[in-house]
């Protein structure tokens, strides 16, 4: 395992070593009930089968694999984004086949089958050339007799040597009111920071993200890292518009190291986007409005990425 993890970084370090730096793309993504159209007996999925309220069918299914699929192409931009992190996927079914989609691209993916009652869990998209992993786990996050998405954390060794922390997060929803469900995304930041302290308390200068979808507005609410999409929400930007106003409900949080080298966006490109007729402006091209089905729809989230630049380690 160390000589392949050797070979995938001296391969990687060639095809870069004209490059003053390394530069590499992190992107997440909720992509919108991301489900295949076979019941899962274990979970609740009934709303997407072929015989359920949206009348869920093998190609809706592999049309919304396709869809998903073009969105992590556009997140590449002229290469290809390193890790992409997903919300709201189903099984690691829809992930294969996400993946064969992709297949010029060669992405690998992590995923643990979580609690959800849905059955929609977290995922990420990896290159195992610019992101290899190290160390991989699902946290709990403890409800009580509720349950919620587990977090997906994921270490991953760089091209440059240094190694990447990131969870995936898709944090319970305000069902129910905003304040009456504050207690559970609490409940689920805890456990991160527990987790992301225990790292940073030994390696202070640690690479590490906190990204996906949180449920709620942008707050510095992880002792020790920085939301970056703060700033981006004062400025009226957002990934999820409701009731005509856009909110940042997609955010990453950056430990101080990656902060210093990370730049933060929201892709806004033009096929994602559509007229909301009500509200006289640009709204997220979705899968569905309602019970209306859109085979030319994505999710009504758009995706955030992250770039960040490291210097490349001498080569003798």
């Known amino acids: 395992m160390r000589r392949v993890a050797l070979f995938i970084l001296l391969l990687s370090l060639s095809r870069l070593a004209a490059a003053a730096d390394f530069c590499l793309r992190v992107a997440s993504y909720n992509v919108e009930n991301f489900f295949d159209a076979t019941h899962d007996s274990l979970h609740s999925d009934y709303d997407f089968l072929p015989d359920g309220q949206y009348y869920w069918n093998e190609t809706r299914y592999r049309r919304k694999a396709q869809q998903i699929a073009r969105v992590v192409a556009i997140l590449g931009g002229e290469?290809?984004?390193?890790?992409?992190?997903?919300?709201?996927?189903?099984?690691?079914?829809?992930?294969?086949?996400l993946c064969r989609c992709l297949s010029n691209l060669h992405y690998r993916f992590l995923h643990f089958e979580g609690p959800d009652r849905r059955g929609i869990d977290v995922a990420l998209l990896y290159d195992p050339l610019l992101f290899y992993p190290v160390d991989s786990a699902a946290l709990t996050v403890p409800l009580g007799r509720e349950s919620t998405r587990d977090i997906l954390y994921a270490a991953g060794r760089l091209p440059t040597g240094d190694t990447l922390?990131?969870?995936?997060?898709?944090?319970?929803s305000m069902r129910g009111g905003k304040q009456a469900s504050d207690w559970k995304r609490r409940a689920a930041k805890q456990v991160i920071r527990h987790h992301a302290d225990s790292?940073?308390?030994i390696h202070p200068d640690a690479l590490l993200l906190v990204m996906g979808d949180m449920n709620s507005s942008p707050e510095d609410d992880l002792p020790g890292l920085t939301n970056r999409m703060i700033p981006?929400?004062?400025?009226?930007?957002?990934?999820?518009?409701?009731?005509?106003?856009?909110?940042?409900?997609?955010q990453m949080y950056l430990?101080?190291?990656?902060?210093?080298?990370?730049d933060v966006r929201i892709l806004r490109h033009s096929l994602l986007l559509e007229e909301d007729p009500r509200f006289l402006d640009?709204?997220?091209?979705?899968t569905f409005h309602g019970l209306h089905y859109n085979p030319y729809g994505f999710s009504d989230h758009l995706p955030i990425y992250l770039d960040l630049c490291l210097p490349l380690p001498h080569l003798p």
């Open 79 to 97: 290469d290809k984004a390193a890790v992409v992190g997903l919300s709201e996927v189903e099984n690691a079914s829809c992930l294969r086949l």
């Open 165 to 172: 922390h990131i969870y995936q997060c898709h944090l319970p």
């Open 199 to 201: 790292i940073l308390a």
């Open 232 to 250: 981006l929400s004062e400025q009226g930007e957002g990934t999820h518009r409701y009731r005509g106003i856009w909110n940042c409900l997609d």
């Open 255 to 262: 430990s101080p190291a990656l902060d210093r080298v990370s």
């Open 282 to 286: 640009a709204t997220p091209n979705r």
